[in-house]
């Protein structure tokens, strides 16, 4: 039996489970990141779905979980303005899959191995940072903002920190009440004591506060009708009538539009957007990962980009990665692919049979249960430890983390990112080499040993250094432990040695005659 196989059995009853848990966190999300996107309500349902199935089929990735994302809300938005229609969106979001697949075979997705890990503990801490602050308000029964909004300006005009002081007059005790015994619920149920016993170690927490959320609310409308929470506090599937209302949601690209030069740049916006979270969720999914496993990021990319034609030829928003739905995948138990596809199926099932009893579930309970994801991923230990691990560590992860919340998750890849270079950078700047100088029977001797990667980032270091030698100085340059030189750092030491004359200054160079140590892309 395979490796593959084996964990599929071991852990096929809780990925069912962790499929169910991840299906109800996502259907918000779905929806309003349609509302924000100013697209029709079904199409990120539908992105959903695709993300679950499709995606999760021709995937790598153990416990990736796909679907429409915030960070591509304002995309589609300004797309929709700029080309009048959602149909025409649908064909930007099949050439943004076309354009992935391509990035997937030249093997684009290597670019992911490069982000520093001090950026991604970052990405993880804001993500969970953000839940928290974004489900406050629905944690108190306003409900104003969509869910899935993840950036600091919400679509009402406020921010995050605004809408939160908006509660104040406006609290519903009903909505706290419901927050508060779901979350009770969700904290007691996770006990190890009650891990103990089978139904309360293979029954998820989350889906029980939801199951007591809807019966809590039920009741209110009997005994305690001031409590009782109005629709604009449930969740809000759009319901068919019929088996062809429900065909009706689908929608289909115009294919006539392909000739406007516009969704060209739009599907470029969507592919950049989408592939960078995709990849940055994989990363960040594969360090949550108990099993530690490493996701194929190129095949990723293609899997991508299969779900986004997919999802663009049946009227669903673009597809990505999302962290938070994967997070929630890995802390509900999810372990192999199986979670992914079985969210997906459960979401096509439940919108299609019984989206009048999904319409039941309080924004208050999904609330709780995000509270407690978000409160795993931006623990108090996790700041602690990146903490003890230096500035070069910390600086990145802590302005990542401010960044994306008071901007938005790309802005803070952006800066987060390239704060995390820059101590890259500069180490390598440093250390290009050795130096040590030396006299002997009244002659000056410089002796420079190159590191073993010298590349074009230390031609600033080398460069200065040597125009700082002065006269009648002897200077060797030890070129034999270096297994790469740039050409650059070969042409000032050639400029060197020729300027060194004017200056009564003797060049040696050890190995660095062979200019093999400088071998080109075409040549390997």
Same mark, same amino acid.
């Given at each position: 039996?395979?490796?593959?196989?084996?964990?599929?059995?071991?852990?096929?009853?809780?990925?069912?489970?962790?499929?169910?848990?991840?299906?109800?966190?996502?259907?918000?999300?779905?929806?309003?990141?349609?509302?924000?996107?100013?697209?029709?309500?079904f199409t990120g349902i539908i992105a959903g779905i695709v993300g679950g199935i499709v995606v999760g089929f021709v995937s790598g990735a153990s416990i990736n979980v796909s679907g429409p994302a915030a960070s591509v809300a304002l995309v589609i938005l300004t797309a929709i303005q700029t080309l009048g229609s959602f149909d025409a969106v649908l064909i930007a979001v099949v050439v943004a899959g076309v354009f992935q697949i391509v990035l997937g075979f030249l093997k684009a997705g290597t670019i992911a191995y490069f982000f520093p890990n001090a950026m991604i503990k970052g990405i993880l801490a804001s993500i969970g940072l953000i839940l928290i602050l974004k489900q406050i308000p629905h944690a108190?029964?306003?409900?104003?903002?969509?869910?899935?909004?993840?950036?600091?300006?919400?679509?009402?005009?406020?921010?995050?920190?605004?809408?939160?002081?908006?509660?104040?007059?406006?609290?519903?005790?009903?909505?706290?009440?419901?927050?508060?015994?779901?979350m009770a619920l969700i904290i007691i149920w996770d006990k190890p004591a009650l891990k103990k016993f089978s139904f309360f170690k293979f029954f998820p927490s989350a889906l029980a506060a939801v199951i007591l959320s809807m019966a809590l609310n039920e009741f209110f409308k009997t005994a305690a009708p001031t409590l009782a929470l109005g629709a604009e506090h449930l969740v809000e599937l759009p319901v068919a009538k019929s088996a062809s209302d429900f065909l009706g949601f689908f929608s289909f690209p115009d294919f006539s539009l392909l000739a406007n030069p516009k969704i060209y740049g739009i599907a470029l916006s969507i592919t950049f957007i989408a592939s960078l979270e995709s990849l940055l969720s994989t990363e960040a999914g594969d360090k949550l990962d108990p099993y530690k496993r490493r996701t194929n990021t190129n095949r990723e990319l293609?899997?991508?980009?299969?779900?986004?034609?997919?999802?663009?030829?049946?009227?669903?928003?673009?597809?990505?990665?999302?962290?938070?739905?994967?997070?929630?995948?890995?802390?509900?138990?999810?372990?192999?692919?199986?979670?992914?596809?079985?969210?997906?199926?459960?979401m096509l099932l439940c919108i299609a @049979?019984?989206?009048?009893?999904? #319409?039941?579930?309080?924004?208050?309970?999904?609330? $709780?249960?995000? =509270? /407690?994801?978000?409160?795993?991923?931006?623990?108090?230990?996790?700041?602690?430890?990146?903490?003890?691990q230096g500035k070069k560590q910390f600086l990145p992860f802590i302005t990542t983390i401010l960044v994306v919340m008071f901007?938005?998750?790309?802005?803070?890849?952006?800066?987060?990112?390239?704060?995390?270079?820059?101590?890259?950078?500069?180490?390598?700047?440093?250390?290009?080499?050795?130096?040590?100088?030396?006299?002997?029977d009244k002659e000056n001797e410089t002796r420079i040993k190159l590191?073993?990667?010298?590349?074009?980032?230390?031609?600033?270091?080398?460069?200065?250094? @040597?125009?700082?030698?002065?006269? #009648?100085?002897?200077?060797?340059?030890?070129?034999? $432990?270096?297994? =790469? /030189?740039?050409?650059?750092?070969?042409?000032?030491?050639d400029d060197f040695k020729e300027g060194a004359v004017n200056k009564n200054i003797s060049v040696e160079c050890i190995g660095l005659d062979d200019r093999s140590k400088t071998k080109t892309f075409w040549k390997e």
């Open positions: 039996m395979s490796l593959n196989e084996n964990m599929f059995k071991k852990h096929f009853v809780t990925d069912i489970i962790s499929g169910i848990v991840v299906f109800l966190i996502a259907l918000p999300l779905c929806l309003g990141i349609s509302m924000a996107s100013g697209a029709p309500l108190f029964g306003v409900d104003g903002v969509f869910e899935g909004i993840q950036s600091f300006w919400n679509n009402d005009g406020e921010n995050t920190f605004s809408e939160i002081a908006r509660i104040y007059g406006h609290v519903h005790w009903g909505a706290v009440t419901i927050t508060l015994v779901c293609k899997a991508q980009g299969i779900g986004n034609i997919v999802a663009g030829l049946i009227g669903g928003l673009p597809v990505t990665a999302v962290i938070v739905r994967t997070s929630a995948n890995v802390g509900a138990g999810g372990r192999t692919k199986t979670a992914t596809i079985t969210h997906g199926i459960i @049979l019984i989206p009048g009893l999904l #319409n039941k579930i309080p924004l208050a309970a999904l609330a $709780a249960v995000l =509270f /407690v994801v978000g409160s795993k991923l931006t623990s108090f230990s996790i700041y602690k430890s990146v903490f003890e901007t938005d998750l790309i802005t803070g890849i952006m800066v987060g990112g390239s704060i995390a270079i820059f101590f890259v950078l500069r180490d390598n700047y440093k250390n290009a080499y050795l130096h040590d100088k030396v006299s002997h590191a073993q990667e010298t590349t074009f980032l230390n031609k600033a270091d080398i460069l200065l250094f @040597l125009d700082h030698i002065p006269k #009648n100085e002897k200077v060797i340059i030890d070129g034999s $432990a270096a297994k =790469f /030189v740039h050409p650059d750092i070969f042409d000032i030491i």
